[in-house]
DNA sequence: ATAGGTTTTGTCAAGCTTTTGTACAT
DNA sequence: ATGTACAAAAGCTTGACAAAACCTAT
């Protein structure tokens, strides 16, 4: 197995958290009590804690004293290395020589930096960098230029085999969690009412994820039902909001195709919108519904103008 | 998900069901006492009993076990392994016992760090909390819970000489940065218009930010004018947007009496409310107003139901 | 910030101050003892201080201490000597900064959209046209190019009268909010420290924000009071931080009168500086302070490079 | 170069709690 | 088989300490 152990699942991402300090201390070569003295005094390390108050290192954690130990024996002095450490972030030092981080990292690094992260399974890393994403851009910019892409390009690694089903997993599972974060309180508000979901048998819902959350920036209450959810549900779910609009994405056209008269029957109640790869003009127009643009940004302003129009 | 045993497939559990706790031990070589000291502690194991009680373990509880065994090597605690293992095995959602880490983001900790860090002028530690706030809770909650009792509580420690102006300057500035930064792309979409400002002389805006972003959350759009803005200024913004609504925020009672007669003519045109603690329903019943609640989140609440009922 | 590598900008060298003297002695042969000497006698060296006083060496530190010993080897005194490495240093770090890369968008397109946009209110507009203008040009560019003649512009419009009021105040907190988000983590990195405010009654502070974020890019850790800041209050705040350099900016020169006295108290103690149109060199030498360029950038440059002179 | 004072940083101890394997009684 | 008890191991916090490294000043 490799030297990061036990990070190399998916789901466990989040709470990966679990080296206790004398086991730690070990595997750096770093005393426990200096280990505590360094949070203490520099903060190097901020361990998620048991219930009962005992430290839990992330393997990050790990990195991180790494670093700060190539740092002292070059001759800095623990409190600089301990700064210098904090400044390189999650990420690793050893790839990136004596690149400063800048406050302002441009839009293109950073994208990279993200893909690198989740193919990397450095969860950590990732949630930093779309921290410095969303921090330095605004949402549709970010998810245009570094999510979006991210996806497409991730879709296209997997159908090389480039990459193996965990990494996808991953990416994808950090990626939900952080647009779900971002989307809470969809419901909340005035703007018009829209139901989104994706059919049954489809079960890609990061497209649609964006394409709520660029809704939902522009004032629509967004219901969100996510994968694989089957027409009467979305059309239950509308008729009891009385929603003013119905999207339903889909990557491949079957799902579609399959839900069509379902749809169709929808669609003669209710605004509807198709979007996705497997939403053609004349799936659409057979269902009575309006084709979105691919791209989620795009189809929410189109779906937003119309409106206003 | 099923609650009968350990296995996916409960079929194949039962027919496989056999193996004696001191078989089981000598297979794995862990004690028979320890076998039955992890099912009592961390559930890892939930054999199925024969007619007398006996505990019939499947092989799928034979790997579960050498899994937490790999993990212990590997230096994880058996509370942590067995958490570990329990994500792996197939029949994890079902009985994984709750992680025994403390909660990351508990909302009154996470408050009281942010407090710290920030009259600590530590910066980066600010940052880093109210990014874990708004990964763990809703915008309105963080809000709510953390950002407005935290600028309650600067007033009064200032105001009882405990804390200096520098420390208040700067913790309003790092808060004033973070909200702004939330509140990019305030004017997309379909949402009625607001227009936001504190009148002329008042110079604390951060509760009408506060109140700003809560209102974007609930769909309006939102033109955001700022501290120290003069009626005429508000009027002219708001002719030209053809805003739905004007609010006018003070802190103190004297900045709204002063520009009364402005506002008033505002309020003959326009939904005007007033805001914060220098806004009385007097003063607003005599402008043409309404007046808000001191809660910047309530005061939203208001408006935006305000429109819908 | 520029792209050309770690070492090419003045500022850059700063931050990476942090070799401690023993190890500088060990690393050129040269006692500790004797780089003091050389410190107080010829000035060669002029390290950053920790907290505490102790001396932290940049590596070109480091080679300006082999300069002078290469000098003395070949038969110079220590003191000429020290004046030939003196006048070579600053030459070595004379490789000019790289223009920007294959600008992806015309900047004075994009200057004028922005422009267009924030007057008209559309601030997702103008969002977008940020984030692209931070996409394609470094930051210093961005603010030099773009932000800063329009804030400039801002000002004479506002004074012919040719926009309102409310069209300044909306544009100033547009930018404000982006330039606050574009300065998080401020205070990261091992850089020198610096406290950075408007003194009282002056509620201008843009040009300062822009200021402070050029030196933030310059390695430089910053903290930043904003407007309206009592001198009281910049003190206790650099007390506390042992800050080492003050700077005050105002656009009138009152605010800096009024306030002389008190500046001159912490001058005394202090480097400091004085920015902003209000900040005169005769004031500024009756405080016993430094006058800046009104340009933030280019006083950016000054602050940093007045460091390693 | 020496002297005298301060800061930094790794270590250690005391006192207490939690964890966890093992033992024992029912 | 179950539940309780127990003790060793590992942690936690607070506080203190001493060697090394620095500082200033003479």
Redesign the pocket.
Same mark, same amino acid.
């Given at each position: 197995m490799d030297d990061t152990g036990p990070s190399a699942s998916p789901g466990r991402a989040s709470s990966e958290a679990g080296l206790? +300090? #004398? !086991?730690l201390s070990r595997r750096v070569g770093v005393?426990?009590?200096?280990l &505590?003295?360094?949070e203490r &005094?520099y903060g190097v390390l901020r361990p998620q804690r048991? &219930?009962? #108050? !005992? &430290?839990l290192y992330t393997s990050s954690d790990e990195t991180r004293v790494r670093q700060m130990l190539g740092h +002292?024996e070059r001759g800095y002095?623990?409190?600089v290395a301990a700064r210098l450490a904090a400044r390189e972030g999650p990420a690793s030092a050893a790839t990136a020589p004596a690149a400063d981080v800048a406050p302002t990292a441009d839009l293109s690094a950073l994208a990279a930096e993200l893909r690198t992260a989740l193919l990397g399974l450095d969860e950590a890393r990732a949630e930093d960098v779309i921290d410095r994403l969303l921090a330095s851009y605004a949402l549709d910019t970010v998810l245009r230029e570094a999510i979006l892409p991210f996806l497409h390009d991730l879709g296209d690694l997997w159908s090389r085999g480039a990459i193996t089903v965990g990494q996808e997993h991953f990416a994808t599972a950090v990626i939900t969690g952080r647009l779900h974060a971002l989307a809470r309180g969809w419901d909340a508000g005035v703007g018009p009412r829209a139901v989104v979901a994706c059919p049954s048998h489809e079960r890609h819902d990061l497209g649609l994820l964006c394409f709520a959350l660029a809704l939902r920036n522009r004032g629509w209450r967004v219901w969100y039902l996510g994968a694989d959810t089957p027409a009467a549900a979305i059309d239950g779910v509308a008729t009891q909001l009385e929603a003013d609009l119905v999207v339903v994405s889909a990557v491949r056209a079957e799902p579609l195709v399959d839900a069509a008269t379902d749809l169709a029957e929808i669609a003669g109640r209710r605004r509807m919108c198709l979007g996705g790869r497997g939403a053609s003009p004349a799936l659409a127009a057979r269902i009575g519904a309006q084709a979105l643009p691919e791209d989620p940004i795009a189809a929410a302003d189109l779906v937003s103008a119309a409106r206003n129009a």
């Open positions: 206790r +300090i #004398g !086991q005393s426990p009590d200096v &505590r003295a360094w &005094r048991s &219930r009962s #108050g !005992q &430290r +002292i002095s623990p409190a």
